[in-house]
T-cell receptor, first 116, second 116 residues
Framework: AQSVAQPEDQVNVAEGNPLTVKCTYSVSGNPYLFWYVQYPNRGLQFLLKYITGDNLVKGSYGFEAEFNKSQTSFHLKKPSALVSDSALYFCAVRDAGSGNTGKLIFGQGTTLQVKP | SAVISQKPSRDICQRGTSLTIQCQVD?????MFWYRQQPGQSLTLIAT?????????ESGFVIDKFPISRPNLTFSTLTVSNMSPEDSSIYLCSVSRQAQDRETQYFGPGTRLLVL
């Protein structure tokens, strides 16, 4: 069965410091991995994805994530956090072999709090 | 990415009533999905909306409770029937396209439902 774990309910960082939001996954085949962000009273916004190729993927708003197959991880990172990055972040996975079912499995979410 | 709108954006309903949520996309898409996000929780897939045929429901979700329509490639509705307070959630539709970006799901702004 597919699953996603985000071990931290909340991450606190100071503005200007680097940030990391952790995600580990479990799928039976090759993973498609995604990060989404949800601002208060808003829907989910797509940040970035890993499908294949380079393990380091870059996305919107200066975010990046590194796919690590041996550790089954896909941590979200940003070199310098902004107060406006404060939001709820979701990691999601899909089995590449799931064909057109398209089902995404989401982690529980991590609240990022960036303080001035 | 596609521009996705949902109506209504929020509603307060009485138990025992039904609410139909609309999802409209600005261009034709291959796949449309409906998710539920219960308070303080992650997202759970309710069903895949299939154009011209019955929706495909996930375990724990049934057509009598969540009837879904998808009359064309840009529009879908989700009805929450015979509501109870436990149905209070955010309901989100998502879409994915064909070709180069088919793995990515883009989400609408969500419908915030409170059942009294």
């Amino acid at each position: 069965a597919q699953s996603v774990a985000q071990p931290e309910d909340q991450v606190n960082v100071a503005e200007g410091n680097p940030l990391t939001v952790k995600c580990t996954y479990s799928v039976s085949g090759n993973p498609y991995l995604f990060w989404y962000v949800q601002y208060p009273n808003r829907g989910l916004q797509f940040l970035l994805k890993y499908i294949t190729g380079d393990n380091l993927v870059k996305g919107s708003y200066g975010f990046e994530a590194e796919f690590n197959k041996s550790q089954t991880s896909f941590h979200l990172k940003k070199p310098s956090a902004l107060v406006s990055d404060s939001a709820l972040y979701f990691c999601a996975v899909r089995d590449a072999g799931s064909g057109n079912t398209g089902k995404l499995i989401f982690g529980q979410g991590t609240t990022l709090q960036v303080k001035p | 990415s596609a521009v996705i709108s949902q109506k209504p954006s929020r509603d307060i309903c009485q138990r025992g009533t039904s609410l139909t949520i609309q999802c409209q996309v600005d261009s034709q898409v291959t796949m449309m999905f409906w998710y539920r996000q219960q308070p303080g929780q992650s997202l759970t897939l309710i069903a895949t909306a299939n154009q011209g045929s019955e929706a495909t429901y996930e375990s724990g979700f049934v057509i009598d409770k969540f009837p879904i329509s998808r009359p064309n490639l840009t529009f879908s509705t989700l009805t929450v029937s015979n509501m109870s307070p436990e149905d209070s959630s955010i309901y989100l539709c998502s879409v994915s396209r064909q070709a180069q970006d088919r793995e990515t799901q883009y989400f609408g702004p969500g419908t915030r439902l409170l059942v009294l």
